[in-house]
């Protein structure tokens, strides 16, 4: 009784009766809705029969209406035994006969939502005792599903309209994201909306922190910004934006929980202004590793850009091995882009083979998994830190930082030069203003009452426990009090 119910709720006898009246008030319909619907997708066998009969007709060469469809037909075929009284009923349901796409994809859609429910049937009778029968059933629902969210596709390109859209987007600066380093923004363009960006690289190259400073640098450029920390907490990335923003926090410190008086005051002041900074653009979610809630989450908040920290760590229903996994959220994620004009940042780890080299570079071939990777990505972005290796023997040193373009879908591929101060998870575009900025805070350190002037001469320090308003942040599922 249950799968016959859960059937007749897919029906689309509305739909069938006004597709019928639209084609025999206009016999060019017919040509329209053809590759759409078949005799077999019609639930009332009825109408399915009428339909059969008037393709026959319109193929013949034969005018199709009323009375010539009557003479192909029985009282039989009716569940009236009155065919022509029940053919022009059909005509109650029909608003214009230019309707008739729309009617044909109802059709579809409602047949393919048939077959969908007795596949499922299939499967929970299969579960436990048949796996190949479970997988190829599975197979078979993917592809009805990827049927039935394409038949309200776009049936017909228009080229004039196409050529519109180009040029509007040629003009439009927004599908373009930059990444907030000059020099690598004028390498690699920046981030295109519908496209993904892959950053990797081995432990202790900074990718983390390269990431946290591109989400500060778009969220001080007003950009909607989702993050999905699989690795770390969202907590742990907020103290990592403070201490960007901050004069004198070190995050050794912050780590340890040897925060100096002066630290303290600075951060209290640093929480408001990334308070007022951030606002709602920031989105975070740090719980579950689940790709499924990842999919519904970038669909509900509608970022102008998502970033998947780290790719390995996410985990996919019915598949287990990470290739074949992997493969499927590069994919998945190509679709969302292009389906939201969004921009993706996928962090991913590289394998080891990369340290047995001379030179220890990075290249794509290093990437876990990067068949589907290397693929599917428009720019992948390796971080290198050469001081970890050479130590001083390195070319720009401990504030030298290399962002290697390993791929550039539309231009030149090459080395970035930036800096980075490890102690302030920051990345700067060259690493001589990364030297500059690591001694202004040692002398600001050095110096109290320096600091304190700085303090008073720029900012107006508050704190937060004092204020009656308690300064949030919002985060995906939580609100966390800084």
Same mark, same amino acid.
């Given at each position: 009784?249950? +799968?016959? +119910? $859960?059937?007749?709720? %897919?029906?689309s006898i509305e739909s069938e009766k006004a597709l019928i009246?639209? #084609?025999?008030?206009? $016999?060019?319909?017919?040509?329209? !809705?053809?590759p759409i619907v078949k005799k077999d997708m019609f639930y009332n066998s009825f109408n399915g029969v009428i339909w059969s009969k008037i393709v026959d007709l319109y193929r013949s060469g034969v005018a199709v209406d009323v009375t010539t469809l009557q003479s192909q037909l029985d009282n039989g075929d009716s569940p009236t035994e009155t065919p022509v009284s029940d053919i022009l009923g059909f005509f109650d349901c029909m608003v214009s006969a230019s309707n008739s796409i729309q009617y044909a994809k109802n059709i579809y859609e409602k047949s393919e939502l048939r077959k969908l429910s007795v596949m499922v049937n299939k499967i929970q009778e299969s579960l436990g005792t048949d796996n190949i029968k479970t997988n190829d059933t599975l197979s078979k629902i993917h592809s009805s599903i990827g049927d039935i969210l394409s038949i309200h596709g776009d049936t017909k390109f228009n080229l004039d309209n196409t050529i519109k859209d180009a040029i509007s987007d040629m003009n439009n600066s927004d599908n373009t994201i930059k990444f907030g380093f000059n020099s690598l923004d004028n390498m690699v363009g920046g981030m295109r909306r519908g496209e993904i960006t892959v950053v990797a690289g081995r432990p202790g190259h900074f990718k983390s922190t390269m990431i946290v400073n591109i989400v500060n640098s778009l969220l001080k450029? +007003?950009?909607? #910004?989702?993050?999905? $920390?699989?690795?770390?907490? $969202?907590?742990? !990335? /907020?103290?990592?934006?403070?201490? /960007?923003?901050? !004069? %004198? #926090?070190?995050?050794s410190r912050v780590i340890t929980g040897e925060l100096t008086k002066n630290d303290k005051l600075d951060l209290d002041v640093t929480a408001d202004e990334l308070s007022s900074t951030y606002g709602e653009n920031l989105q975070m979610k740090d719980v579950g590793n689940d790709f499924e809630s990842t999919v519904k989450l970038i669909r509900q908040v509608k970022p102008d850009v998502v970033i998947d920290d780290y790719i390995g760590l996410a985990t996919l229903r019915h598949i287990d091995d990470p290739r074949l996994r992997t493969d499927a959220i590069m994919k998945e994620y190509k679709s969302i882009c292009k389906s939201n004009n969004i921009c993706a940042i996928v962090v991913s780890q590289l394998n080891r083979k990369c340290e047995e080299r001379p030179n220890k570079r990075p290249i794509p071939s290093d990437l876990r998994e990067s068949g589907s990777i290397e693929q599917d990505a428009e720019t992948i972005l390796f971080m290198f830190y050469e001081y970890r290796y050479s130590g001083s023997g390195s070319k720009n040193g401990e504030f030298g930082l290399d962002v290697i373009v390993g791929k550039n879908r539309y231009g030149k591929t090459g080395t970035v030069e930036l800096g980075v101060l490890g102690d302030k998870c920051k990345v700067y575009d060259h690493?001589?203003?990364?030297?500059a900025d690591n001694y202004e805070i040692q002398e600001l350190s050095n110096d109290e009452s320096k600091f304190q002037k700085n303090k008073n001469n720029n900012r107006k320090p508050k704190s937060l426990l004092q204020n009656s308003k308690q300064q949030t942040i919002q985060i995906w599922g939580w609100v966390a009090s800084v």
């Open positions: 009784m249950s +799968k016959k +119910k $859960n059937l007749n709720n %897919q029906r009246a639209s #084609v025999l008030t206009d $016999n060019a319909q017919i040509e329209r !809705v053809l450029r +007003k950009y909607k #910004v989702l993050v999905i $920390n699989r690795e770390m907490r $969202n907590s742990s !990335v /907020i103290q990592k934006l403070m201490v /960007i923003e901050s !004069v %004198q #926090v070190s995050y690493h001589s203003i990364a030297l």
